[in-house]
């Protein structure tokens, strides 16, 4: 299985771009990388998935380089309620259960 | 649709009692998710199902878990006997798979005492 590492904790201020990176020196050729938001007392939500280069949806954009040991997530212009803990998750598109969930990221957004 | 359904939302039981947890899965999902999350491991998959039919129990603890899901509509998630250890917030989710990822329901808390 992909181990993935994150940073613990970041902060951030309303209105900023938040990058949040995710690294996966051992990613496989089959692997694709999914990130989930998750609020206290909540079960985590599915925010994007990608396989290579990059993917955007309404609310944010993944970023692969071409070697894909790394992904960063991108979250425009951050409010007060994207104060959440963030995962990456690493496995196979055919076979979900082989992903695993990290510690997270704890993004803190301050007025 | 109405999401994930796991009932019930919060457990205080005691120790050696039985404790049994019930999800509901999004209609047309194939995959099922059970999850136990808690300070110190953080989120853990329990058990996946497929079509019904367990994949991967890798991830259950010990004996005293079983899980099972009987239709496409329902699946359990039974500890017994249980301890104050299992304490957690237990988590089902779906998937249909793709790129939509899984589906979360808002989860059980258990409190063994």
């Known amino acids: 299985l992909a181990k993935t590492t994150q940073p613990i904790s970041m902060d951030s201020y309303e209105g900023q771009e938040v990058n949040i990176t995710c690294s996966h020196n051992?990613?496989?050729?089959?692997?694709?990388i999914t990130w989930y938001q998750q609020f206290p007392s909540q079960g985590p939500r599915f925010i994007i998935q990608?396989?290579?280069t990059k993917v955007t949806n309404e609310v944010a954009s993944l970023f692969i380089p071409a070697d894909r040991k790394s992904s960063t997530l991108s979250l425009p212009r951050v409010s007060l309620s994207d104060t959440a803990v963030y995962y990456c998750l690493v496995g196979p598109y055919t076979n979900a259960g082989k992903s695993t969930f990290g510690d997270g990221t704890t993004l803190t957004v301050k007025p | 649709d109405a999401g994930v359904i796991q009932s019930p939302r919060h457990e205080v039981t005691e120790m050696g009692q039985e404790v049994t947890l019930r999800c509901k899965p999004i209609s047309g999902h194939n995959s099922l998710f059970w999850y136990r999350q808690t300070m110190m491991r953080g989120l853990e998959l329990l058990i996946y199902f497929n079509n019904n039919v367990p994949i991967d129990d890798s991830g259950m603890p010990e004996d005293r878990f079983s899980a099972k899901m009987p239709n496409a509509s329902f699946s359990t998630l039974k500890i017994q006997p249980s301890e104050p250890r299992d304490s957690a917030v237990y988590f089902c989710?779906?998937?249909?798979?793709?790129?939509?990822?899984?589906?979360f329901g808002s989860g059980t808390r258990l409190t063994v005492v």
């Open positions: 990608g396989y290579k």
């Open positions: 051992n990613i496989a050729t089959n692997d694709y």
């Open positions: 989710a779906s998937s249909l798979g793709g790129t939509d990822g899984y589906t």
